[in-house]
């Protein structure tokens, strides 16, 4: 898998115009949007439901640990936290 993952990506860097990738670009663009949409509309529709046994003990808002969920949020989206440094 790793010697595929080489080649293509060897492949992929001869390619002079990044215009070729602008399909592909909005296509994720819209993926992105539609996983937004989905997580919050289900985050909002079982926000009434406190009185589930399943939620018992769960807060909307850790104020322990809430800060290290903002530092995690901005290093796995798409690889922000590696650019912002550079």
């Known amino acids: 898998m790793a010697m595929f993952t080489f080649w293509l990506f060897s492949a992929l860097c001869f390619i002079r115009k990044v ?15 539609m996983t ?14 406190q009185k589930d046994t399943k939620l018992q003990g769960v807060y909307l808002l850790n104020s322990d640990t809430f800060t290290e ?13 590696l650019v912002l440094p550079i």
Do not use: C, P, R
């Open 69 to 81: 969920a903002i530092g995690f949020s901005i290093y796995a989206f798409e690889g922000i936290g």
């Open 19 to 33: 215009t070729v990738f602008s399909s592909f670009h909005v296509f994720s663009d819209i993926m992105i949007l």
């Open 36 to 49: 937004v949409f989905v997580v919050v509309g289900f985050g909002i529709s079982n926000w009434d439901n």
